[in-house]
């Protein structure tokens, strides 16, 4: 009968890396990445969406209708331009996560997507279905931003 030697474990790759008080912290792995894109391409498209909403609202109030009464407190071509100035900076941040993600983009995505659910909470009477649709989306970039953040912005 002739033995079977068992293999020696193989180290595995660390996945932390030493910090200066000796305390280890994770390693961001490709995943962040991925995340990180898919909120910049959601920025991308949420933001193409506020372009069109605005310019619908400035140029054609009449296509816009209200519902009932609810929290809209300007007139519609107040709020198409809040959209449309709105609707370009998540654009360009979506974009700028798309390219080269750098860690400003990041904080100032989640910042201007929150504001962006706020917006959307106000147009509510506008298009209710349409905004519930756009906060969800909002949140969705939010997690996208936050889920694989370790605490520093340097990406």
Do not use: C, K
Not at 50 to 60: D, H, N, Q, Y
Not at 68 to 88: R, S
């Amino acid at each position: 009968m002739t033995e079977q030697q068992t293999p020696s474990p193989v180290s595995a790759p660390s996945s932390a890396s030493p910090l200066t008080n000796g305390v280890t912290a994770p390693r961001r792995s490709g995943a962040w990445e991925g995340w990180v894109r898919f909120g910049g391409v959601m920025m991308t498209i949420i933001g193409g969406f506020a372009v069109i909403e605005g310019l619908l609202a400035i140029f054609s109030p009449t296509y816009v209708t209200l519902t009932g009464a609810g929290v809209l407190l300007f007139d519609l071509t107040a709020w198409g331009w809040v959209h449309l100035i709105l609707g370009i900076l998540v654009l360009a941040t979506g974009l700028a996560l798309v390219g080269s993600a750098p860690g400003w983009a990041r904080g100032l995505g989640i910042f201007l997507v929150a504001i962006n659910t706020i917006v959307q909470f106000a147009f509510l009477p506008a298009y209710p279905l349409w905004s519930i649709l756009l906060i969800v989306l909002d949140i969705v970039v939010i997690y996208a931003l936050m889920v694989t953040w370790v605490g520093d912005t340097d990406f």
